[in-house]
């Protein structure tokens, strides 16, 4: 599913929710500008999803048509085959970085970054024979799946085989900051 979509459909399922909201709040909820988040609401208009009405006269008010609940289902739709389709996809990648883990012998991992993709590499582990020291993060925070969630500097103390890199966006970054505290490079893997 493209951007496009995927805020198209935010926009149908807000006013679903609360036709009666501000295109402000709306722009904040999309996390793009007042006048993109008017472009959207005006071609959805020209398409026939939305209509809108004022009541009273200074009051905007959305709302679906026929068709924009149609294209909502659509979109809906859509967006689960691609969610599954992309867990399909990355748990297929954990699944094999961590039986090449433990192909070589690297029983207990520890897992670098807090987001969605740890979650996953967290339920991947769990049906592995590999073990989870815990969670380290640039930001630590209390606990993250009832692990201890601490800094990098903490590995010092920890006794691990290897760390996996879950932030994707950031691996070269992780990877450098882990050889900075004297972590080998062979110790250090990323999904990809």
């Not at 009405?53 to 909502?72: A, Q, S, V």
């Not at 800094?151 to 691990?160: G, I, R």
Request: glycine share 6%.
């Amino acid at each position: 599913m493209d951007k496009d979509g995927q805020r198209a459909l935010i926009v149908l399922q807000e006013i679903e929710q609360n036709p009666i909201l501000t295109q402000r709040s709306l722009s904040l909820k999309l996390g793009m500008a007042l006048g993109l988040t008017n472009l959207y609401l005006k071609r959805l208009v020209r398409k026939g999803h939305i209509k809108v009405t004022t009541i009273p006269r200074n009051r905007i008010r959305y709302l679906l048509t026929p068709r924009g609940i149609k294209e909502k289902s659509r979109l809906t739709y859509e967006y689960l085959q691609y969610s599954l389709t992309y867990y399909r996809d990355v748990r297929q990648r954990l699944n094999q970085t961590l039986a090449y883990l433990s192909q070589l012998g690297k029983k207990r991992i520890v897992i670098y970054g807090v987001g969605e993709l740890a979650e996953f590499a967290y339920l991947a582990l769990q049906e592995s024979d590999l073990i989870l020291v815990g969670f380290v993060s640039d930001e630590p925070g209390d606990s993250f799946l009832s692990f201890p969630c601490v800094s990098l500097k903490s590995l010092q103390d920890w006794t691990f085989d290897a760390i996996l890199i879950s932030d994707l966006a950031h691996i070269e970054a992780g990877r450098k900051k882990l050889l900075a505290l004297r972590i080998p490079a062979e110790h250090v893997f990323s999904v990809v």
